[in-house]
């Protein structure tokens, strides 16, 4: 009698395998991998952002600290400098999220519960490809609409913040290097009469010469047209001498006008010149075939390449958090960085390597894209044969 119950044990066992064998990822299994990969991915987005961001401000900082700057001014450089921040925060992102989702069904031997149930690991690439699709077009629209719109909205904020010079200028005791070319130092000053004493200028807006100027006090003046400075220096020596060092001369004077050209420092809004990360797809394609400079074909690839990032990292990062990570949680971390590193450093190598014209434009920019996919390719079918 025992003998004919483990027989019918064993054979309903194998019936319910075969009909599970059948079974596919339902609706509600699909969204749950979904929502599993979303949170983490959200996560560490929006901290790699906040990252990033700051990091970025630091280096607007000498157009930031000038007293006629708002939060509003602060807010606007922060919102246009969001779109770059975005394209390298995006795959990151959905590495990790990815990577921390499946290390964790894992560690809960939820994926074991559903190869149990039939559903193979295969089957649940439309959730993770799902993703992964969905943030490569945010991607792509941010590099190849929004970047270089915001690129251009950015340089022409920062001119006209460049602009607040008399602002800028009147901090006391430091170096003050807001304007190109030219290094200003003021003992004390007097912000409400714009008076400072103590002044050491230093200008090298000439290749052929060096002046440094220092005085006793100066004021500090605006044109009604707001396109020149003056600073009206007393008391001082003016010190000039060639960049050769054979030629020097040294006067000592009375009064002497300073005289800063805005429009001449940071040029006219007419005579912006776009550089590459600042130009349309289109304005990059014509200029490339006029100038044949490899350096646009490289913006031009790029723009499109690394918005596959996103997909391709995010679909070798559900069998890699499965199959290295071992169900803990800080060896995906890990894992998943080290596998975004070795994205970025073959794609900075590949376009190292197209600048030396050592490697096409084209495959230098793809050919880390080519093999993270590759590499995901070989890995699916292992995590589905385990």
């Known amino acids: 009698m025992r003998a004919v119950q483990g027989l019918w044990l064993r054979t309903t066992a194998w019936n319910l395998a075969q009909k599970g064998a059948q079974r596919t990822m339902g609706w509600t299994l699909y969204r749950y991998v979904i929502l599993e990969q979303l949170i983490p991915a959200s996560l560490c987005f929006l901290g790699l952002v906040m990252i990033l961001v700051t990091g970025r401000l630091m280096q607007f900082l000498q157009y930031l600290t000038a007293a006629s700057v708002s939060a509003a001014d602060i807010l606007t450089v922060m919102a246009l400098a969001l779109p770059k921040m975005v394209l390298y925060a995006l795959p990151m992102a959905n590495l990790m999220g990815t990577v921390l989702a499946f290390v964790r ?3 809960d031997n939820e994926i074991v519960a559903l190869r149990s149930a039939g559903i193979s690991f295969r089957q649940m690439a439309p959730a993770v490809l799902t993703l992964a699709l969905a943030l490569t077009a945010m991607s792509f629209y941010t590099s ?21 010079v008399i602002p800028a200028l009147l901090r006391e005791g430091c170096f003050i290097d807001t304007l190109p070319n030219m290094v200003f130092f003021f003992h004390h000053v007097d912000a409400s009469a714009h008076t400072v004493r103590g002044v050491l200028v230093h200008d090298a807006r000439s ?3 060096r002046v440094t100027i220092t005085a006793r006090e100066a004021v500090i003046r605006e044109s009604l047209d707001g396109k020149e400075v003056v600073l009206h220096i007393q008391d001082g020596m003016l010190s000039r001498m060639g960049t050769d060092l054979k030629t020097s001369q040294t006067i000592t004077f009375q009064s002497y006008d300073l005289v800063l050209s805005l429009d001449a420092l940071l040029g006219t809004d007419r005579e912006v010149s776009w550089k590459r990360g600042e130009m ?3 304005e990059l394609r014509s200029t490339l075939v006029q100038t044949h400079d490899r350096r646009y074909a490289l913006e031009w690839h790029k723009r499109l390449a690394l918005p596959f990032a996103c997909l391709v990292l995010g679909m070798a990062a559900a069998p890699f958090g499965v199959l290295f990570a071992q169900g803990r949680r800080m060896t995906g971390i890990t894992l998943g960085i080290a596998l975004f590193l070795a994205y970025y450093l073959m794609l900075s190598a590949g376009n190292a390597l197209g600048e030396q014209r050592l490697l096409p434009a084209a495959v230098g920019i ?3 894209n080519a093999v993270t996919a590759a590499v995901a390719v070989w890995l699916w079918v292992k995590a589905h044969r385990r």
């Open 105 to 107: 069904l894992s560690a």
């Open 207 to 209: 290749p052929q010469t």
């Open 280 to 282: 349309s797809m289109e």
């Open 366 to 368: 793809w050919l880390p």
């Open 144 to 164: 190849t609409r929004l970047l270089p719109t915001a690129n251009r909205e950015l340089k022409t904020t920062l001119k006209s913040l460049s602009r607040a």
